[in-house]
């Protein structure tokens, strides 16, 4: 008989999970937790399990877990911003995205994030400067100059917005 292994597990779950068998997999980490508790790896991908399958609530409180774990990992503190973004819990999702930029204050990911986070909750100032700031570090990061020039548009600034739309363009082309 083969010795069940967490390593073997995880394999099998996101293989499951990537098929959308999302309780087979999330059965499959909890079987390699039940082995390796302190793993943070397998709490992550329980936690993107979870996203995916929709249930957000256990998704957050894997990650949590992740995050306890191993508190400087960057894709878990992104990951925790968003999920919590995506709940509708913008304190937390701001307070990853602070803290994840302690660790790598040229993460464009969370820059872009904390924009989204300003942009819904219409203080398009802060928006802007959060899109800007990771155009400073990645001119082509597509998703900050899309955002950043739906933001001069609310702030009116159409050279702005006329320079961010040839930009896009220039990206697209290429």
Same mark, same amino acid.
Request: charge should be negative; include cysteine.
């Given at each position: ?24 997999? =999330? ?52 990951? +925790? ?16 995205? =602070? +803290? ?5 204050? *040229? ?8 924009? !989204? =986070?300003?942009? *819904? ?25 899309? *955002? ?8 009116? *600034?159409?050279?702005? !917005? ?8 220039? =990206?697209?082309?290429?």
């Amino acid at each position: 008989m083969m010795k069940e292994s967490s390593e073997k597990l995880n394999n099998q779950a996101i293989k499951l999970a990537s098929e959308g068998s999302y309780d087979e997999a =999330i059965a499959c980490f909890m079987r390699a937790l039940s082995l390796e508790n302190q793993n943070y790896l397998l709490w992550f991908n329980l936690g993107l399990t979870y996203r995916d399958s929709g249930d957000f609530e256990d998704a957050r409180n894997a990650m949590e877990k992740a995050f306890e774990l191993n508190p400087e990992d960057e894709e878990i503190i992104e990951t +925790l911003a968003i999920l919590n973004y995506d709940i509708g819990n913008l304190d937390d999702a701001l307070k990853y995205c =602070i +803290l994840g930029l302690e660790f790598n204050e *040229n993460n464009i990911h969370l820059w872009n994030t904390i924009g !989204v =986070i300003y942009f *819904n909750d219409s203080d398009f100032g802060s928006a802007s400067e959060a899109f800007e700031q990771a155009l400073s570090i990645n001119p082509y990061y597509y998703d900050a100059l899309y *955002n950043l020039r739906d933001t001069y548009e609310e702030l009116k *600034n159409t050279a702005g !917005v006329d320079e961010c739309t040839q930009r896009l363009n220039a =990206i697209k082309r290429n």
